[in-house]
Structure formats: structure tokens, C-alpha cells
């Protein structure tokens, strides 16, 4: 259970497994923080995140996304993700949280964009299995 | 002479030195060809570029084959170094074929200084850059600016900067469309990317971007060169950065919305990320009209870059940046996607071209050359190492024929972060580099200088000397870093 940083020639991968499908995308989200940086001081305020989508690789998308626009604009590192993820009426929907920690506070290298790139989410036996290509 | 190589599965049969081309076969709509010596061919072989071309070749409408320049390795959807000309009318275009950083490109300024002037001054200079020029994660950017400020940049690109002082007009003679797209609309940007643009103005980023001062060590045609105003060891400045935040959200705006509108294209192709809108739907036009934007954005922020290396160069050579010849020589877009007239078996067509981390290289005679380059040809900006050479081209004669006009952008990786980090340590290379071959390197983190290790690029010359065989680029003469700075 966690994520570990994938080889990747240019850009960065994070290969991820959870008991639950929220535990899965929170992995996902805190292996975006390690591609950026090595490690991370306390501190920090929580937020929280709110994304739809029609599958779960898109919700997966959009969440990852939506976490790269809350560091530019917050001008903050999400790490600590916790998240939840429910369907309903062919819409998945996530409710997320994340730490917040200054970007002046971390030395930190950008991740650009997530990628569609090889993406799996995907049940595997009794755990819940996601790879994600991020551009650098 | 080898005429057919086999990697992973997809076999390549030579046509000639240096274009091996995979057969139409399956699913493809067109072959796909690789320029690469074999040499090259061998690295490109090794990741998944290969299948992401033929990938690419499914594309609708996408004309003669799909293009693997020599410096080409895996991205996503589409290779990095990879080139399609997609018809504008029957075709589609496609955010994942441009890349996410629209308009990343390189720029490079010109001075009067001597390496011999400067030597003495690295220090003071690579720090004094490294202090005015922002860059890394967070770093903001020259100007903070609101949303109103950012849409007047999307619209105008360079005329902005003009009229704020931050350009000149001989600034916009020298950049590729004269820094502004005529089809950018502000309109069709997300107000998410215009919030992640508005405090990055200006700013460098990380990953392998990078502001390098440079001394010319060789030159290889005179008469070209003299007309780049390029003379041996002189001084220059090389710019390497894009639309930062902004232009990756437009991409990632305009993959989702693709997605959600045109599923069914979408579903007929064998990579999510080579998500298209189809030529004339109105998706397409707004994501054209977006790039243009976020193209715009991206020479804004070039510029705002070079207005504090003009500013830093006077303040440590004691002299105005005019005084200092800091003009500029010319700024080349390499991920991007322009409507452009090409002859196609004996007819003119409009076709998209995709240039997803390659070069647009005109040769002498078109009229998108800026006049001063007109006789002689586009200049053209191959960025290697921070170890190595870069290179000045100009578009050779064959670049229409042979590559819609199009060649390499810099050196291309060969190793992954991750490995680069496991074999390099920051702070060793930093030392090696200065105390070995005085190059003076100052970044954001050591862990980005690792990433960036010589070692992890491929040779440039190569990369140089294919494009120079195929006579779709020339070599003009070669540079060698002195100062580099990084996010």
C-alpha cells in the first residue's frame, strides 16, 4: 500500500495501490508531491477539493489536475491527500482534502500537467492499483 | 548497409542514410519515418517513441507520414521530437500533438562582449542573474499581474510588451510571427489557466528550462553567420522556457473537453492523450484560438526574461544593454501547432503542423522569414547540455520537402529523472563543472542539476550532423556555456 516513482525517458510516473478507491487516488496524489520534492516540513493549512467526471481514470484526471492549479494558485505543496471517491447515477464524484505547506518553506521542482499517458486505474484482486505519467 | 532494424516489435526498413521509415500497415493511415543515424536510432528504439509514432499515423487527415526528428524520445500520446502535418480541412488538430507546455521554445540574444570580457565576471553574473531572473516552483514571475493584464497578453503577445516598455520593436522583428498569432483568443482560455498565469509572468520554471550565457566556439559558415551577426567568441544568451502554468492548463482544458465532445474520434484511436478535435468542429477553433493565446503568453514571458538579462548585464558590465549589442538574434517556437501552405504531390494544401518538441526551419525565400533572414534562412536554436554545445542553424533547403519545413530541438533525453538522481549527485556535478570546464551553474535545488546532468542527454552534435546530411538544417556555428541558471 502507498506509491512508489516510476522511471519514465523525460517526464515521471507514480505506480500506486490502496485498500479503497479514495486511499488509491489520496496515494496518487501524495506521490505528485514526492516527484516534486524529496521531503516536507509541518505546517501548512488543509483544504479541501471537490471534483465530478463521468469515468474514474477522468475523475482521476481532474483530481490530479485540480491539485497542480491549487499549488499554482495557492502557491502551496498538497501533500498528506486524503480522499474519498463515490458513483452514483453514472457520475463519479471525489471529495479530497490536502496539507497545504508553502512553496517558500520546500525546495520543490514543477511537475507541469498529469497525462492520459498509460494511465491505469483499476481494481486488482483485493486492492485497488493506479499508474499515472506526469509531465516535468 | 543494414535495411530493415527491428525494435520491440516495429520494424523500420531504410530508405536511405538517415530516414528509416515504418511501413503503412494495420490501422495506419500514412508510414511514419525516423531520421536518425543508427547510432541515434538505437536510443530511440529503446522507450516507447517507436509505438507512439505509429500511434500517431492513425491521426485523421494526418499527410505523407508522421515524423521522428533525430533528437526524438517517448512523451505522452505523441513523441517528443515528433512532427504531423494534418490537413486543416478534412483532418483534425490535436492538444496532445502540440504538448502541454505551448510554446516552449528558446530565444537567443546577441552582445558585444568577448569571452575574454567576461571572464572574470562569472560569478557575479550566474548569481546576479540567479537573483533577478525567477524561477523554480513558486518563484513568481518579472511583473505580478491580474486577469484583465493577463487577457491583453493572450491577445496581443509581444505588441503588450512593446507598449509596457518591457520590448522594443527590433525584439519583434526577430521573433517567430513577430511574436503574435494572429488567430489567439483570450476568450477561449479557461479562467483556471489565466489564474495560473497571472503570477508567472516572467519566470523561468524548473525541469529542464534553463537561462544560459554562452561563447561562440566555432563558426561554420561565415556568410550566415555575419548576417546572424554571430562571430567567434562572442558572447550570447540563451532562453529556454514556455507558457509555464497557463499554457499547461489550456492543454489539459482542451484534452478533457475533447474527450467529453468527441468520444467517438477519440475511441477510433489507440492513446487517450492523442485526444483531436476534428478539423472545422467548433472545439477545434477554440483550441486554436487558445494555443495562439497561450503562444502569445509564451513570448511575453521570454521577453519579460530577456528585460532582466538586459537589465543584469548592464548593471555588471557598467553599460546600457544597447551599448552591450543585447538584440536579439531570434525566438523559435518548439511545441505548437500552425495552419501553414505546403505542396503536397504538386498541390498546395493547408495543413496543421504539429511540431511537439521540434523546430519550425524554413529555408531562404519563405516569406514567414523575418526579412533580416530572409536571403540566408530561418535562424535555428538546438539547445544542447548544460555540458555541451548548443547550435545555431538555419533551415536547410530540403526542410519543406523532406519534414513540412521542420527539424530537431535540442539533444533529447536518455535517461530518466529517477536513474539520473540514482547516478548523479547535484553538488558533484556542480563542481565538476566549474572547477573542469568553468561553466558556472546555479540552480533551485541540486536534485535539478542532477536531473539535468550532461549524462543524461544524447549527443547533440549527432542530433546536429543528421540534420545537417539531410540538408534540412545547416549548421551555423556552435556555442559553450559559460553561466547556467535553473529553476
Known amino acids: 500500500m502507498g506509491y512508489e516513482l516510476r522511471a519514465h525517458t523525460a517526464d515521471i510516473a507514480v505506480e500506486a495501490t490502496a485498500s479503497t478507491r479514495g486511499g488509491l487516488f489520496a496515494a496518487l496524489a501524495d506521490g505528485l508531491a514526492a516527484a516534486m520534492c524529496e521531503s516536507t516540513p509541518a505546517g501548512g493549512d488543509r483544504f479541501a477539493i471537490d471534483c465530478r467526471a463521468e469515468s474514474l481514470e477522468a475523475l482521476c484526471y481532474e483530481y490530479l489536475d485540480q491539485l497542480i492549479y491549487e499549488r499554482d494558485v495557492r502557491l502551496v505543496l498538497p501533500v498528506d491527500n486524503e480522499a474519498h471517491v463515490t458513483d452514483a447515477d453514472d457520475e463519479w464524484t471525489l471529495t479530497a482534502s490536502a496539507r497545504g505547506?508553502?512553496?517558500?518553506?520546500v525546495d520543490a521542482r514543477e511537475v507541469k500537467a498529469v497525462t492520459y499517458s498509460e494511465m491505469v486505474v483499476d481494481r486488482r484482486g483485493d486492492e485497488w492499483y493506479g499508474y499515472v505519467v506526469f509531465d516535468v | 548497409m543494414t535495411t530493415t532494424r527491428e525494435f520491440q516489435g516495429i520494424t523500420l526498413e531504410r530508405i536511405r542514410d538517415h530516414v528509416w521509415e515504418i511501413p503503412q500497415s494495420g490501422e495506419m493511415r500514412v508510414p511514419a519515418r525516423v531520421l536518425a543515424s543508427e547510432a541515434l536510432l538505437e536510443d530511440i528504439g529503446e522507450d516507447k517513441t517507436l509505438q507512439q509514432l505509429k500511434n500517431a499515423t492513425q491521426l485523421?487527415?494526418?499527410?505523407?507520414?508522421a515524423l521522428c526528428m533525430p533528437d526524438g524520445h517517448q512523451g505522452y500520446g505523441f513523441p517528443v521530437g515528433g512532427v504531423g502535418a494534418i490537413d486543416?480541412?478534412?483532418?483534425?488538430?490535436?492538444?496532445?500533438?502540440?504538448?502541454?507546455?505551448?510554446?516552449?521554445?528558446?530565444?537567443?540574444?546577441?552582445?558585444?562582449?568577448?569571452y575574454e570580457d567576461l571572464q572574470g565576471n562569472e560569478e557575479e553574473l550566474v548569481d546576479t542573474l540567479f537573483e533577478n531572473?525567477?524561477?523554480?516552483?513558486?518563484?513568481?514571475?518579472?511583473?505580478e499581474t491580474d486577469i484583465e493584464t493577463v487577457e491583453e497578453i493572450l491577445e496581443r503577445g509581444l505588441d503588450w510588451a512593446i507598449e509596457q516598455g518591457y520590448a522594443t520593436e527590433a525584439d519583434r522583428l526577430h521573433c517567430e510571427d513577430e511574436g503574435r498569432r494572429p488567430d489567439a483568443n483570450a476568450d477561449y482560455v479557461s479562467e483556471k489557466a489565466k489564474n495560473r498565469g497571472k503570477n508567472q509572468v516572467g519566470s523561468l520554471g524548473s525541469g529542464n528550462h534553463f537561462l544560459e550565457v554562452q561563447r561562440v566556439t566555432d563558426i561554420y559558415k561565415d556568410d550566415v553567420a555575419e548576417a546572424f551577426g554571430l562571430a567567434a567568441d562572442q558572447i550570447v544568451v540563451l532562453i529556454h522556457c514556455g507558457s509555464r502554468g497557463l499554457g499547461h492548463q489550456v492543454c489539459s482544458d482542451y484534452v478533457r473537453r475533447i474527450e467529453q465532445r468527441h468520444g467517438d474520434l477519440l475511441e477510433s484511436l489507440p492513446d487517450k492523450d492523442l485526444a483531436a478535435a476534428p478539423a472545422r468542429s467548433k472545439l477545434a477553433a477554440e483550441y486554436y484560438g487558445a494555443m495562439g493565446a497561450a503562444i502569445n503568453f509564451a513570448w511575453v514571458n521570454r521577453q519579460l526574461i530577456t528585460h532582466q538579462t538586459r537589465k543584469v548585464f548592464e548593471r555588471v558590465f557598467g553599460r546600457d544593454w544597447e551599448a552591450l549589442g543585447m538584440e536579439l538574434l531570434y525566438d523559435v517556437a518548439h511545441n505548437i501547432a500552425k495552419k501553414e501552405p505546403h505542396e503536397v504531390d504538386g498541390e498546395t494544401r493547408d495543413l496543421y503542423v504539429h511540431r511537439?518538441?521540434?523546430?519550425?526551419?524554413?529555408?531562404?525565400?519563405?516569406?514567414?522569414?523575418?526579412?533580416?533572414?530572409?536571403d540566408v534562412g530561418q535562424p535555428v536554436i538546438i539547445p544542447g547540455s548544460m555540458g555541451a554545445g548548443s547550435y545555431v542553424l538555419r533551415g536547410g533547403a530540403e526542410s519543406m520537402q523532406e519534414t513540412f519545413g521542420s527539424t530537431a530541438h535540442g539533444a533529447g533525453r536518455t535517461m530518466s529523472r529517477t536513474q539520473a538522481k540514482e547516478d548523479y549527485w547535484g553538488e558533484t556535478v556542480q563542481d565538476e563543472l566549474q572547477d573542469q570546464r568553468q561553466i558556472y551553474v546555479k540552480a533551485q535545488s541540486g536534485a535539478t542539476i542532477a536531473e539535468e546532468a550532461p549524462g543524461v542527454y544524447k549527443d547533440v552534435d549527432e542530433v546536429v550532423r543528421v540534420s545537417e546530411a539531410l540538408g534540412i538544417g545547416d549548421a551555423v556555428a556552435r556555442t559553450f556555456p559559460v553561466c547556467n541558471i535553473k529553476g
Open chain 1, 101 to 105: 505547506v508553502p512553496l517558500s518553506e
Open chain 2, 60 to 65: 485523421p487527415g494526418m499527410t505523407k507520414y
Open chain 2, 88 to 114: 486543416a480541412e478534412e483532418g483534425c488538430i490535436s492538444p496532445g500533438a502540440v504538448g502541454f507546455d505551448i510554446n516552449c521554445g528558446v530565444r537567443m540574444l546577441r552582445t558585444n562582449l568577448t
Open chain 2, 133 to 143: 531572473v525567477p524561477s523554480g516552483l513558486g518563484g513568481g514571475g518579472v511583473v
Open chain 2, 356 to 374: 511537439k518538441g521540434a523546430t519550425r526551419a524554413f529555408p531562404a525565400g519563405r516569406q514567414e522569414v523575418p526579412r533580416a533572414y530572409r
